[in-house]
């Protein structure tokens, strides 16, 4: 259990909540949730679910019409042939990335990830004993993947490689290029997969979403890890879901009946809603995150000391602090503390997000300008 480790987002999301009891008032931007509520459609659809009896177990791979919706969404946004056997529907999305490591790789192996990146790739690697091997994003690259450092690093030891795009922390975006590296490189290793976190692909701001999976004998070597928490707004009904190969759906769902044994019925079914009604409110989401984007980025920009780069999705601005003189914990704290505004320091993101913090801009313009004059005034007390 030493080995694992957690989320700054929730830690700092609690000590931002224990200073509101204190009585004092602080803009959050640390927390990576949309602060739209769940389209009414859906949460329709739970409510029909729930008062029709849908209030029992399903089976641990989840309910049928769900992986066909499933099934059909990822054949039309990837372009491939998904069979709802190859979907394994799970209580939001994590589960998916705990599964993959706990299935696929062993003690002693290496999972090559990206850094700064989401804390729990490295942490779950780390719980099953293998090595992690970052792959370090650089600001001077747009954060974006070097392929050709990829390619360098897979050994005889390389089990997995996690790619994650659009990229949470620093908002980039893989190429169809880069990711076309990485496939030919593993062309000839069937015994490398990948985990491919899509989950931000349908909040992306400049060019389209590309998946490893859509190059030749990908599709078979790869988990593509989705959901439903980021796109509708859905972060608290938890239900995401995996798609690859029919035999390792299977051992998923075996780990499913051992850990959840299924997900939340009527949860499934507003599931298979968001999928098939109306998608004018992630439509509008979407457009709202661009022209925060633009706010944060600017209003960042202005400040003496910061630096940041528009991110081409998700919903975090990353910007370079190194500017200010702190670290980025200290800085976190500071303006937690001194400005009552909540980010997270980008070194908890893994060492190469060290000099940069995340400020999540899913939170109304209002916030974020107010955000954004509290820190410039906060620096200035230095
Ligand atoms: C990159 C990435 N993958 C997966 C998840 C987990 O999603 P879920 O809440 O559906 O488990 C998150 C949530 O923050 C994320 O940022």
Redesign the pocket.
Known sequence: MKSLETETAFEVLAKAKALEKQGKEIVHLEI?EPDFDTPQNVKDAAARAMSAGYTHYTPSAGMLELKEAIAEHVSETRRLDVKPEEVVVTP???PV?FFGVLALVNPGEEVLYPNPG?PVYESVIKFVGAKPVPIPLREENGFSLDPEYVKEKITAKTKMIIL?SPE?PTGGVATREQLGVIADCLARRDDVFVLS?E??SRIIYEGGHESITQFDGMKDKTIL?D?F?KTYAM?GWRL?YGVMRKDLAAKFAQLMTNSNSCTNTFVQLAGVEALKGSQRDVENMVAEFRRRREVIVDGLNDIEGFRCMKPRGAFYAFPNITGTGMNSRELGERLLHKAGVAVLPGASFGEFGEGYLRLSFANSVENIRKALERIENSLGEC
Do not use: E, P, R, V
């Open positions: 990576g939001g999305a994590k990335m989401f994650n949470n976190d989950i931000y890890l959901g928490s972060t995401g």
